[in-house]
């Protein structure tokens, strides 16, 4: 069975440009949620999403966005990037939306210059 | 809000070697798990463990609720134990809060 899929790996992009990341779940699995990882503030939540609706929101500007397809395949956007949106975006999904085991993907590496 | 520490922040072993990594949380929670981050970032579940003991090979968990508390043990480790040891407590669907972690160097 496949894992969690994330493209692209690596990404650089300037100040001010915007930014599209995809996530295809485990087959079978309706949950996908995203996470961003920085050296400083560690691992938080961005957003859920299952069944193509957004549960779950963190604590995070308008800028970040996401959505969801009927194939569970999900986006987030980045738009108008600041230099302190450079992190590791991570994905994971699951079989439902709560206590379930998450399965993470192998990350997306975002620079902004 | 809720806090997760994490005990020790940095651990050294030899080869061989057994530890126990601890994870302390300040509120009541429904699910609790831990994962383990290689170097090339990968985040690996462990476990899904908001109560009790469960044994995967050389590791173990056990999540005492209503102590709000979780131990992760690593037995005869490896080096490719090596890495950072997450715990994160659930605040929503899917919704997880994660601790600072354990970076775990074993060395041969």
């Known amino acids: 069975k496949a894992g969690v899929t994330q493209t692209p790996r690596y990404l650089i992009k300037t100040r001010g440009q915007q930014v599209t990341l995809s996530c295809s779940p485990i087959s079978g699995h309706r949950s996908v949620s995203w996470y961003q990882q920085t050296p400083g503030q560690g691992l938080q939540f961005l957003f859920e999403y299952f069944s193509e609706t957004q549960r779950n929101k963190g604590n995070f500007p308008g800028r970040f966005s996401g959505r969801q397809f009927s194939n569970s395949r999900s986006e987030m956007n980045v738009s108008t990037l600041e230099l302190g949106d450079s992190a590791l975006y991570l994905c994971a999904s699951s079989v439902d939306s709560t206590n379930e085991k998450l399965f993470f993907g192998s990350g997306t590496q975002l620079s902004v210059l | 809000g809720i806090q997760v520490e994490q005990s020790p922040p940095d651990l050294i072993l030899q080869e061989g070697a057994n530890s126990t990594l601890r994870c302390n949380f300040s509120?009541?929670?429904?699910?609790l798990q831990w994962f383990h981050q290689n170097p090339w970032g990968q985040l690996i579940n462990l476990f899904y463990?908001?109560?009790g003991t469960k044994q995967n090979g050389r590791l173990s968990a056990t999540t005492v609720a209503t102590e709000r508390y979780s131990l992760l043990y690593i037995s005869s480790s490896q080096t490719t134990d090596s890495g950072v040891y997450f715990c994160a407590v659930e605040l929503g669907a899917n919704n997880l809060f994660f601790g600072t972690g354990t970076r775990l160097t074993v060395i041969p």
């Open positions: 463990i908001p109560s």
């Open positions: 509120d009541s929670v429904n699910n």
